[in-house]
């Protein structure tokens, strides 16, 4: 028997060999990617009831909290800052009362002055509704978001939350024992 016919090496062992020790050495040398960082939760806000005038603070700029109202209740949407933070998609609904720009969906539907979100479709409001149906289960609820100082209501030290199914008037009334501290 030829041995040496065994050890013959043609041009594509050559090649196939160079790739095979190229792939080894990049598994050898590669870099672990670095983890993503998980997002930075920021603590929750004391619960609190807001005029337009204050709500316009938190527009994800001059504060690290990001609150939109919607359908009268402010939630804290900083967690979503993907969505909502300055030059994001969402950004316009920040510091602001989202009701008619979810209701119509379109993002450029804010006002800086009162909205009673007259003139909305039933079907429009319907949609606010179906958003809030979500945010009431993802986001921290903040207060309402009230016309005068004199409407707001005294929620005690307690923090906002996620409300989900409850509702803000139980707490505001205190007819559960929605009113101990989170
Ligand atoms: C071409 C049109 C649009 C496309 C393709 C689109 C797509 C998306 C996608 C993929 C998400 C992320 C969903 C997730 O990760 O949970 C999202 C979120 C969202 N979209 Fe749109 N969108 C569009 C238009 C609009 C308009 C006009 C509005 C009205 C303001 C809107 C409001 C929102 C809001 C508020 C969220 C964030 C929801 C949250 O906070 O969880 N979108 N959109």
Do not use: C
């Not at 969906?105 to 979500?134: I, K, P, Y």
């Not at 005068?148 to 989900?164: H, M, Q, T």
């Not at 409850?166 to 929605?178: A, P, Q, R, T, W």
């Amino acid at each position: 028997m030829d041995l040496s016919s065994w050890f013959e090496f043609t041009m594509y062992d050559a090649v196939f060999l160079a790739v095979v020790l190229g792939f080894f050495f990049y598994w050898l040398t590669r870099k672990e990617q670095p983890l993503p960082t998980p997002p930075k939760e920021v603590a929750p806000l004391q619960m609190t009831d807001m005029t337009l005038e204050e709500l316009r603070k938190y527009d994800g700029v001059k504060n690290e909290h990001i609150l939109f109202g919607l359908n009268g209740t402010i939630y804290d949407v900083t967690r979503g800052k993907g969505f909502y933070g300055p030059g994001k998609a969402y950004g316009t609904l920040a510091g602001h009362d989202a009701t008619r720009a979810l209701g119509t969906m379109d993002q450029t539907a804010v006002s800086d002055q009162w909205d009673d979100h007259t003139g909305l479709s039933a079907e429009e409001q319907e949609t606010a509704n179906e958003w809030e149906t979500q945010f009431k289960f993802k986001y921290l609820t903040v207060g309402r978001l009230v016309q005068n100082d004199s409407d707001k209501a005294d929620y005690g030290s307690r923090k906002s939350f996620i409300r989900g199914a409850e509702s803000l008037d139980s707490i505001i009334h205190g007819d559960s024992e929605s009113k101990k501290d989170n």
